[in-house]
């Protein structure tokens, strides 16, 4: 079935004619995307995408995280084991089971980016199943392997802007360099992703600090450290970087003397780490980190409230980023008082803030983001990057916060075609969201049309200085 022109408008034609006009007032904007996981190396070397599988199920958790629940092993959908141990790497019978269980993705989302990617970029206005899971294989077979489907045709057709990917720390950004001298008009910049060299409680953590401080040519005390990271901050920026990014547990900071962090830092840095120590670093650090960005200007952008690697066997199994995240409560009331203490109202400060925890947008978020200068609201994020998740997070922010201490969309995925579907969904409820306001006589619609534009566009390329 065709994608309907309509959807997620109102079911009310007043509303939905104001939709409309709105959508199409900003449908065809260039794509801003200030924060997501797709992998520089696609852009550096341009190479085909080698099969349909490898395109949309194997870097895409929200699928294989669905069919996992269902009992499908991830070696079934070809996701690698920690151990090398072998997984299918027939594209064609990955592709076959994620056709025999497409109905598991009714009503969600991930049916409608895919459906998006299908039609748009290859002109499959059908339903996938295993009646059809073959021919439409070899028709989206066929169409990679020609030259306008290839990672930098695809950034230009889906026209984006420029893009960030995700980069640790310790990553020396060959795909990044290989990019700016290839003379290529595309603008992919990395972020600064420290967590591997801040968080203590993760495994190898004092090897990965060694490495870094090693990259930096930094002593292995607290003051070398940070000085390796504001020489790892000035490499970053040097190749592009306007942003940093910290996914910790919680969004609690600290502001210790330096004397009681150097001899925090000494005790993170042995063997065995007490947990309390891991957690009270990466409060000290997410503020250290804020220290910095003032002096260098990266955005700074905290990811917090995720429990990561829920489940056990599946981490010893395949690691990280698996599908086995789950959200927590998070306290931005209490937690980010230190650091706002210092820095809150310091407007050389961004300091956006994401959650996956939706109660706190109306008592928390919403509130901190409407008084202080430095704080900005990311977008509906993860198991809320939705179109109900959306419309909540502006149906409980505005009234507090306005429009305009949001950060508009990022679109925050490892799947290269659902870009855009992204951002086409996020248009659409934006500006559904606003059709009902200027319905109910609380906007005007030039205004909408404005805000509009702002939240497709100009918000993620004002606060991410790009």
């Not at 199943?129 to 695809?154: F, K």
Request: with cysteine; proline share 6%; glycine share 6%.
């Amino acid at each position: 079935m065709p994608l309907h022109p309509d959807r997620l408008f109102p079911a009310e034609s007043a509303k939905r004619d104001i939709a409309r006009r709105l959508y199409e007032h900003v449908r065809d904007l260039p794509i801003v995307s200030p924060h997501g996981h797709t992998d520089p190396r696609w852009y550096a070397e341009d190479t085909p995408f080698p099969d349909p599988a490898t395109l949309f199920v194997k870097p895409d958790h929200y699928i294989f995280r669905m069919l996992y629940s269902q009992g499908i092993a991830l070696e079934a959908l070809g996701v690698h084991r920690s151990d090398g141990t072998p997984v299918e790497t027939d594209g064609r019978k990955i592709w076959r089971l994620f056709a025999d269980n497409y109905h598991l993705f009714r009503g969600t989302p991930s049916r409608l980016w895919f459906e998006h990617s299908l039609e748009t970029v290859f002109g499959i206005g059908e339903r996938l199943g295993a009646n059809n899971a073959d021919e439409l294989y070899d028709r989206i077979a066929e169409r990679l392997a020609e030259p306008d489907m290839r990672p930098r045709a695809l950034y230009e057709r889906f026209k984006i802007e420029v893009i960030s990917t995700t980069d640790a720390a310790t990553d020396a950004l060959a795909a990044h360099d290989t990019i700016l001298a290839s003379g290529w008009k595309g603008r992919v910049v990395p972020a600064y992703r420290p967590d591997a060299v801040v968080d203590a409680s993760r495994d190898g953590f004092r090897a990965t600090v060694e490495e870094f401080l090693g990259l930096a040519g930094a002593p292995a005390t607290f003051a070398g450290y940070l000085e390796a990271h504001r020489r790892r901050r000035a490499y970053f920026k040097a190749r592009g970087a306007t942003s940093s990014d910290h996914g910790h547990p919680t969004a609690l900071t600290a502001n210790l003397s330096q004397a009681d962090a150097a001899a925090l830092f000494d005790r993170v840095m042995k063997p065995e780490v007490d947990t309390g120590d891991a957690e009270l670093f990466r409060a000290q650090m997410l503020t250290e980190m804020a220290r910095m960005s003032i002096d260098d200007g990266l955005v700074m952008q905290i990811h917090p409230g995720s429990f990561r690697n829920h489940n056990p066997q599946l981490f010893a199994r395949f690691g990280l980023d698996k599908g086995a995240d789950i959200p927590t409560r998070t306290d931005y009331v209490h937690d980010l008082k230190p650091l706002l203490d210092l820095f809150g109202n310091d407007p050389r400060l961004t300091l956006i803030l994401f959650t996956l925890d939706e109660t706190t947008y109306g008592r928390e978020l919403a509130p901190l983001a409407g008084h202080y200068p430095a704080l900005r609201l990311g977008p509906a994020w993860w198991f809320f990057d939705s179109p109900d998740g959306m419309r909540r997070f502006r149906e409980l922010t505005t009234e507090t916060a306005g429009f305009y201490n949001t950060v508009g969309f990022n679109d925050d995925t490892r799947a290269f075609c659902s870009i855009p579907a992204r951002h086409d969904m996020a248009r659409r409820i934006d500006c559904t969201y606003l059709a009902e306001l200027v319905s109910d006589h609380r906007l005007e619609e030039d205004e909408a049309y404005e805000v509009a534009r702002d939240l497709a566009y100009n918000l993620a390329k004002k606060a991410y200085r790009l």
